[in-house]
């Protein structure tokens, strides 16, 4: 039967070196997708595992005939008690299997881990053996019909990964053991699951995969022309597209994109990709200065825009500017030199787009996208990451958030932004999630609308932003949304507060970095904790680097798959300025808890050694924010002759005053330190187009407000 099943599924087994490492006493935990997760394990593994089964199942008449060619034992898995018997099959050195989800997955990622196979290991002191199962939720033997679209014989992948014993240490008894335990067994299969990703992929097969699972006639891809295109258009207007760029351009070469979000955006985007050139984004908000600038820095010499785009933007002057120094090349233009006979080279070619890709195809290592930071502190930075780094941080979103092709993700974050591209644009794409595009996150009133209309369920934005829909939404205008996150700078817990009151929502809160491609931490439904940032994604190494005066802190240093290539260097264009070891200091203060959950305290840049003491700007804006939680506020440290720096808060609220900050602080039983020096009030706060606080600007006007207030 095994050999039957393996060569109808094709099979692959990876890792199973590792069943052999697992010692005499361990239980086996796998992910559970289809009916056939068992009669393949049962056959493919070395030995015959003893199973545990729901009680309900095992009662169903078309189960009856498997429980009697293996050995079962029917357990309740809300009780982990009725696992007691799998306690002496484990003693006796017989390992067990375990789905510890206690059921079939309806979303196709993993669920909720039960205390079973913690407290099995718990008292018998044993290994745990996870195994990923990939491929046999598309199969007819799956609950996901309806929701993936699933074939008679799909390919199936089994990882084994390396046996590892539970850390229960901690305070408590039973019950909290056996929750620590089923945590760290979630975490283990979701890290295998990252692990399981295929290796040898690029961004442009990425996407045909996902045309291949999901189809490629259905709607996917969908902006304001309410024009929606299929994988197989996307396919299409690339391989056509990417021929008429690979004439102009070289094999590796960086090519800027000056494009909303829109169609046009995603489709340029992968013709890059199939051609194997690097785009390169563009912050089109930046000016002709700040364009110019990226371009020098990553060597762009043919930049990509639209001119319907550049009247609409208003853009004139800025692109005119630019084609002066790199060629300007205007996608109406490319598509009316699309004549017959390119068009029907390209029905051809995406026929065959594995093997037209072929041609042109990098490494997986290759830079895939150059992006540039929001230069909030200083000099934007051109970051290169590789097709692996941003499938990987696909990778290891989808393995703590379950979505499927039944949702819908509107994406106002600009494509130039890395939260904008991977979240927003990539990571939907290649997972057959319908995406509609909208051109600019500032338009308060109109994007809950355009949430109403398109009925879309995942929403991703920044604490501005969100702040803004809030204020001006009907509350029936979220009622499609099933997940909102929050990045790019910190949620205000007024935010927070207003979608919970408003609209029954709570808002996730996560965190990134351009170099990280982007996403680190995420909360979830079933791991959140208000106040942080979330829990480090699957795969992610870390360390917390001491910061001299700051106590139960540290600088967050990360290592993963999705940590960037480099840094890119005008002077050695082949080259990137890496991570020491493959470490990137992100450079935020941070405290871990027990639970794994990050709290964010600040940039290291952003304290104030005040009188000898360590002041977080932070904060001193979230006790204005408790004061004055309609308003904005940004905080400046400035020298002082007499105590080393001192603190000036720049805020919109009119009646914001020193005074009242003072009794703030005694009301928290917080430090005097935190008391600004002075408090000036200024129209707005300066904010770069992606919300983030624009703390270059921010620490100019305190300098000028610092000089009249003296």
Known sequence: MGRLLKALFRVEVHGLENYHQAGPRFIIVANHVSYLDAPLLATLLPELPTFAISKNVARRWWVRPWLRLVRTI??????????????????????????PEGRLTQTGGLMKIYGGPAFVADKTLAN???????????????????????RVLPKVTITVGAPRRLNLDGPGRGRDRHRRGSAQIGDMLAELSVQARPRNQTLFEAMLAARAAHGGRQARIEDLDWDPICYDRLVLGSVILGRKLAERTRLGERVGIL??????????????????????????????????????????????????????????????????????VYLEDLRASVDRR???????????????????????????????????????KGVALSHDNIL?????????????????????????HSFG?????????????????????????????????????????????????????????????????????????????????????RILEGYGATETAPVLALNTPMHHEPGSVGRLLPGIQWRVVPVPGVTAAGVLHVKGPNVMLGYVQPETPGRFLAPPDGWYDTGDVVDINPQGFVTIRDRVKRFAKVAGEMVALGAVEE?????????????????????????????????????????AVREHGLSDLVVPRTVATVPEVPLLPTGKVDHRAVRALAESKGRELA
């Open 342 to 380: 390119a068009k029907l080279r390209g029905l051809w070619d995406a026929g065959r787009a594995h093997r037209m890709h072929a041609l042109h195809r990098p490494l997986p290592k290759d830079p895939a996208a150059i992006l540039f930071t929001s230069g909030t502190e200083g000099a934007p």
């Open 128 to 150: 745990v053996l996870p195994i990923h199962i990939e491929g046999v939720q598309h199969s007819l033997f799956s609950a996901l019909g309806g929701v993936l679209r699933r």
């Open 392 to 416: 990987a941080n696909c990778a290891q979103v989808r393995a703590r958030i379950d979505f499927t092709p039944r949702d819908k993700v509107f994406n106002a974050l600009p494509m130039f």
């Open 259 to 328: 494009l909303p979000n829109a169609v046009g955006c995603v489709v340029t985007f992968f013709a890059l990709q199939a051609v194997g050139r690097v785009p390169a984004m563009l912050n089109f908000s930046a000016g002709s200065a700040g364009v110019l600038g990226a371009c020098r820095l990553a060597g762009v010499r043919l930049v990509l825009t639209s001119r319907r785009f550049v009247e609409k933007g208003k853009l004139e002057a800025t692109v005119a500017e630019l084609g002066q120094a790199v060629e300007v």
């Open 623 to 663: 006790l204005a924010a408790r004061l004055w939680p309609e308003d904005r506020h940004a905080a400046a440290a400035l020298p002082d002759g007499q105590r080393g720096e001192r603190v000036i808060l720049l805020t919109t609220a009119a009646d914001a005053t020193r005074p009242a900050l003072a009794r």
């Open 74 to 99: 029917g357990v309740d898995f809300g009780s982990p008690m009725s696992f007691k018997h799998m306690i002496h099959e484990v003693r006796q050195g017989r390992p067990c299997m375990i789905f």
């Open 421 to 505: 591209l991977t979240a927003g644009m990539v990571l939907p794409v290649i997972s057959g999630v319908p995406l509609f595009l909208y051109p600019s996150p500032l338009h308060y009133r109109t994007i809950p609308e355009a949430l109403y209309w398109t009925r879309s369920t995942i929403l991703f934005g920044a604490d501005t932003f969100l702040a803004g829909y809030g204020k001006h939404a009907h509350p029936y205008d979220m009622s499609s949304l099933r997940y909102v996150f929050a990045g790019a700078e910190r949620l205000r817990p007024d935010t927070r507060a207003l979608w919970a009151e408003r609209f029954g929502i």
